[in-house]
């Protein structure tokens, strides 16, 4: 048995730096689970910690991702779509 816990890393609150362009897929994704967890907990102070653990959601800066969660449109089901570019789209997001 590895003695080596790879997926138990400490949480890094700085995130990490992406080694090149954030494919466009990651980036909704990102943007729309941080929109689950503000909404689940109401406040967004969750949202570093959850970033820090996240190991997908490090790949994608935390600034980017509040400036894409401060224009959500309001109340309704929306998602994300379009990567770092897109925009709120009206619906739920076609991949959890």
């Known amino acids: 048995m590895p003695t080596e816990r790879p997926f138990l890393t400490d949480p890094s609150p700085a995130g990490e730096r992406p080694a ?4 466009d897929a990651l980036y909704d994704l990102a943007v729309n689970r941080a929109w689950l967890v503000v909404r689940g907990v109401g406040h967004a102070d969750a949202l570093s910690a959850w970033h820090a653990r996240t190991r997908f959601a490090r790949r994608v800066p935390l600034e980017q991702v509040r400036r894409s ?28």
């Open 20 to 23: 090149g362009a954030v494919p």
């Open 69 to 96: 969660l401060a224009t959500h449109p309001g109340p309704g089901e929306w998602h994300w779509a379009g990567g770092p570019q897109g925009t709120w789209v009206p619906g739920r997001a076609p991949f959890p």
